[in-house]
Nanobody, 123 residues
Framework: QVQLVESGGGLVQAGGSLRLSCAAS????????MGWFRQAPGKEREFIAS????????IYADSVKGRFTISRDNAKNTVYLQMNSPKPGDTGVYYC????????????????WGQGTQVTVSS
């Protein structure tokens, strides 16, 4: 089992910055591929970014490419999502997810999920 706990959400102005963190426990973190997803009110969950277990490979949704950065610190069992220049459309609950094997954009392939952290971007 893997436990994931997100933190760092809150209210941010458009054009500002925010960093989300996701702390993992219960399994060797460096064997897990990690992803960030978000769900806006009334919308389906969408992929934001993923990072391989080594940190060597990352994937981004087109909507956040160039603004958000996913990274990880295997010594701290933590994955991060740096959100720069957020827009009101980035508002939603952000979820951290983990899987073994290979990183993917498909949420249904992730085995473990955190409880989510709310991000609200004001205009």
């Amino acid at each position: 089992q893997v436990q994931l706990v997100e933190s760092g959400g809150g209210l941010v102005q458009a054009g500002g910055s925010l960093r989300l963190s996701c702390a993992a426990s219960g399994r060797t973190f460096c064997t897990l591929n990690m992803g960030w997803f978000r769900q806006a009110p009334g919308k389906e969950r969408e992929f934001i970014a993923s990072i391989s277990w080594s940190g060597a490979a990352t994937i981004y949704a087109d909507s956040v490419k160039g603004r958000f950065t996913i990274s990880r610190d295997n010594a701290k069992n933590t994955v991060y999502l740096q959100m720069n220049s957020p827009k009101p459309g980035d508002t939603g609950v952000y979820y951290c997810a983990a899987k073994v094997g290979f990183p993917t954009v498909r949420g249904n392939e992730y085995e473990y999920w955190g409880q989510g952290t709310q991000v609200t971007v004001s205009s």
